[in-house]
């Protein structure tokens, strides 16, 4: 009973040391243009979403790490910002079927973050 009871103190403690140093990603306002089917090389296609970083221990994303987004379109743009508070921050268009956003470029401290 008693490694039992060791085992259920340490993984709280465990939960008191890791979670504050991780940070959360959510994916919102997903929308494709045109709707339907599409034909593929004919179709000119729009996608637009919204990346929400979390802050969880007052780092929004671990600077160690990345994000990358990929597609299978032909020709594609990666045209994006990083929002920080509110404030927009416009970065160039990528023109690439991989998009890697870096952890120096996503990682902040206590800010409200969406790119």
Same mark, same amino acid.
């Given at each position: 009973m008693k490694t039992g009871s060791l085992i259920?103190?340490?993984?709280?403690?465990?939960?008191?040391?890791?979670?504050p140093a991780?940070?959360?990603?959510?994916?919102?306002?997903?929308?494709?243009?045109? +709707?339907?089917? #599409?034909?593929?090389g004919k179709s000119n296609v729009t996608a637009d979403f919204q990346l929400s970083f979390i802050s969880i221990g007052g780092e929004t994303f671990p600077s160690d790490e990345s994000v990358s987004?990929?597609?299978e379109l032909d020709n594609p743009v990666w045209t994006? +910002?990083?929002? #920080?508070?509110?404030v927009e921050n416009p970065r160039p268009p990528v023109s690439k079927k991989?998009?890697?956003?870096?952890?120096?470029?996503?990682?902040?401290?206590?800010?409200?973050?969406?790119?």
């Open positions: 259920i103190v340490l993984s709280i403690i465990f939960c008191f040391i890791a979670i991780m940070a959360s990603v959510e994916v919102g306002h997903v929308n494709v243009k045109p +709707s339907g089917d #599409l034909e593929s987004l990929k597609t994006y +910002s990083i929002i #920080l508070d509110g991989q998009l890697d956003l870096s952890g120096w470029e996503l990682s902040y401290e206590n800010v409200d973050e969406s790119v």
